[in-house]
């Protein structure tokens, strides 16, 4: 069973960036493709990008596209997530997840996660 932390979230300005990082134990990470799915208040939760297993593949919502990296090092058994030029619209709780089995480009965007991350709040002020 995998045990996922998130970290790196805060309070930052329009325009600014944050890196969140995933710290995995208990589980060999390279077998899990990961991802991040945030949620709004008042909002369902919602998927924001996701990695395939040797990080090769990743996804995007068309939301992050262009300003949001997910990367990975299973070396360390980290996954991040590179936030730059952030909007209001951004700002949610954001969540770390992991899945068993092997994705395609294609099918990472419907990820199906197994474990999660109990979330960390980003909050952008205009």
């Known amino acids: 069973q995998v045990q996922l932390a998130e970290s790196g979230g805060g309070l930052v300005q329009a325009g600014e960036s944050l890196r969140l990082s995933c710290a995995a134990t208990?589980?060999?990470?390279?077998?899990?493709?990961m991802g991040w799915f945030r949620q709004a208040p008042g909002k369902e939760r919602e998927f924001v990008a996701a990695i395939s297993r040797s990080g090769g593949l990743s996804y995007y919502a068309d939301s992050v596209k262009g300003r949001f990296s997910i990367s990975r090092d299973n070396s360390k058994n980290r996954g991040y997530l590179q936030m730059n030029s952030l909007k209001p619209e951004d700002t949610a709780v954001y969540y770390c997840?992991?899945?068993?089995?092997?994705?395609?480009?294609?099918?990472?965007?419907?990820?199906?996660?197994?474990?999660w991350g109990q979330g960390t709040q980003v909050t952008v002020s205009s």
């Open positions: 997840a992991a899945a068993r089995g092997g994705y395609t480009s294609t099918s990472l965007r419907a990820l199906k996660p197994d474990y």
């Open positions: 208990g589980g060999f990470f390279s077998t899990y493709a």
